[in-house]
């Protein structure tokens, strides 16, 4: 099914106390780095759009265009984009994505006219409206956005074409639930305001792919665009992706947790994302099977029983003992990967060198003395035997749960869990967080102003936030918020008996958001392949294991130093 993607529209700068004059309105000109284009038909007004001749504009702007008169059909091709329009209709078509019109193809007095805006912005030209002298702007890459201002003449937007745009942003995304989520939550707070959202899935890196192209052509571009913890560091730290935003967000930073400040920080320090939530890790263990074999289900005495690597390995010792070998302590080692990664003094890579920190070593230790004395169940994360098992009495007993996992991964999975009584959350022995969604606004954008704003009311208007974190289930990046929260007992959670919110908060205080970087993902699943090898025997000491993952990434990244 082909997507229904807006029309990518730019911010019209205005510059005008006056309203123009019908006669002034009739004798509209448009310009390319300014130079005047001439037209055989005059251009007009549709819809608050100016319409243009479709062969001049689209051969003005260095494509080759076709007429098909028996399907009244345009199409303009410049090197690997096409762009089809069609008489009368409301959608047109840009490499098969179908794209919405407020500005219809049409004929008048024989000739066919098209919406300039469309074809200029989709052909990589920032469009302006001069108001002083009824000219439509055309700025190309030939022009240094520096210097656009310099194309535009008078004070204040008041034309009808920029004035009724100038609160229109493009949003980009990855996942198609939560997309139209965030829009429409904006769009009831703020409902004159106008986003275009693009939802982009990020299988096999497709939504990745297409921003970098377009932040690295500097066309195209979205004016905010969101990102997922796996991939926001390789966007910080682009050259010319996003805007320093740490001006714009100064009163608000002041409310948010640090470690997702630090995340959204380039190496500079200087900010260019911001997080809407937080999701730091518990760890979620069956209250049942805790009761039965330690004899407690107590959250305090859970998180004491594994505070420590001598402490797990009592624990799991007692439930294997205790259970007749039928329940182990968690389904697999990569649940305790992540907390044990949180306690690092540094990250993954530090001055563009592969860091193999002491906590990397130490739980290879102690995924190896769990896997040899079946302390954990040797499941791999996320496949159907996990998933299953988290419903099941008879596996293992403790996940680890970060703020969405508690209805996605617990709920989700444990029908039951719903009832209540069947699970709760304990301290993990170190804090690290798992997942979150970072905002950034692009440098390149014609309307900060207003991008920034739509991030803005998502990462601090206090409403917004909470309704939003109660309609989604989710955990808002904002302390008062959650301190509000975690002190009513109203918002205690069904499925753990627990104030999450109580939880949640002071364990957030704690992860170390500076040792993310951008080459994580690839560097940490290396580490589990090679993890997966060596727990089953394949790789004999842990010191080949360690050089085997070194050569992994020497071969996957070439830029980061190995020793």
């Known amino acids: 099914m082909k997507r229904i993607i807006p029309a990518i529209i730019s911010l ?40 243009v001749p479709f062969r001049a504009i689209f051969e003005a702007l260095g494509a080759t265009v076709e007429w098909d008169a028996d399907t009244d059909t345009v199409t303009g091709t410049k090197d690997d984009l096409r762009i089809i329009l069609t008489i009368n209709s409301t959608t047109a ?28 912005e989709n052909l990589g030209v920032r469009v302006y409206w001069n108001n002083a002298s009824s000219t439509v702007v055309l700025l190309s ?14 004070a204040n937007p008041t034309y009808e074409e920029s004035n009724s745009n100038k609160s229109e942003i493009t949003f980009w995304y990855f996942n198609k639930d939560e997309a139209p989520n965030i829009v429409r939550a904006y769009n009831e707070l703020y409902p004159d305001k106008k986003i275009n959202l693009s939802v982009i899935p990020d299988k096999d890196q497709q939504y990745q792919n297409k921003l970098t192209s377009a932040y690295r052509a500097g066309s195209g571009i979205p004016d905010v665009a969101g990102f997922e913890s796996a991939f926001v560091k390789r966007f910080v730290e682009m050259p010319g992706a996003l805007d320093d935003i740490t001006a714009k967000s100064k009163d608000i930073t002041g409310n948010m947790y640090p470690y997702t400040l630090d995340v959204g920080k380039d190496k500079g320090g200087v900010l260019r994302a911001i997080a809407h939530q937080i999701a730091p890790i518990s760890i979620g263990y069956k ?38 070998g039928k329940v182990a302590l968690f389904p697999t080692f990569e649940e305790l990967l992540r907390t044990y990664m949180g306690a690092r003094t540094k990250g993954w ?85 798992w997942g979150g969604t970072w905002f950034g606004l692009s440098s390149k954008s014609t309307r900060k102003q207003e991008a920034f704003n739509f ?28 301190n509000e929260l975690a002190s009513d007992s109203y918002y205690t959670s069904k499925i753990t008996g627990q104030n ?42 842990r010191d080949e294991a360690i050089k085997i993952l070194k050569d992994k990434v020497k071969t996957n990244l070439k830029d980061i130093a190995v020793k």
């Open 287 to 324: 209250k049942s099977l805790a009761k039965k074999y330690l004899g407690t289900n107590d959250p305090a005495k859970i998180s004491q029983m594994i505070s420590t690597s001598d402490n797990i390995l009592k624990t799991a010792a007692t439930l294997k003992s205790k259970s007749g």
């Open 141 to 154: 890459d030939k022009v240094d956005p520096s210097m656009d201002s310099s194309y535009i003449e008078a």
């Open 12 to 51: 019209i700068l205005i510059f005008s106390s006056v309203i123009p004059s019908s006669s002034a309105q009739s004798k509209i000109k448009v310009a390319l780095d300014g130079k005047e284009l001439k037209f055989d038909s005059a251009p007009f007004i549709s819809n608050g759009r100016t319409m």
């Open 500 to 541: 999450n919110f109580k939880i949640f908060g002071p364990l957030a205080e704690k992860v170390n958001g500076k040792l993310l970087t951008k080459y994580d993902d690839t560097i940490e699943n290396s580490y589990i392949d090679v993890l997966r090898s060596y727990l089953a025997g394949k790789i004999d000491t």
């Open 349 to 433: 890579v530090s001055n563009n060198n592969l860091v193999i920190d002491q906590k990397v070593l130490d739980f290879m230790d102690l995924a190896k003395k769990l896997r040899a004395n079946r302390y954990e169940s040797g499941l791999d994360q996320w496949s159907p035997g996990w998933s299953a098992a988290i419903a099941s009495d008879e596996t293992a007993m403790c996940w680890v749960i970060p703020t969405w996992g508690v209805p996605w991964i617990i709920g989700s999975n444990d029908k039951r869990a719903a009832d209540g009584g069947r699970w709760a959350l304990a301290t993990p022995p170190y804090q690290n967080f």
């Open 93 to 120: 078509s840009i490499n098969d994505d179908i794209i919405e019109l407020d500005a219809v193809p049409q004929v008048k007095n024989g000739r066919t006219f098209v919406p300039t805006r469309f074809v200029a």
């Open 455 to 482: 991030i803005k009311a998502f990462t601090s208007n206090k409403k917004f936030m909470k309704k939003w974190c109660i309609d989604n289930q989710d955990m808002p990046n904002n302390k008062a918020l959650v």
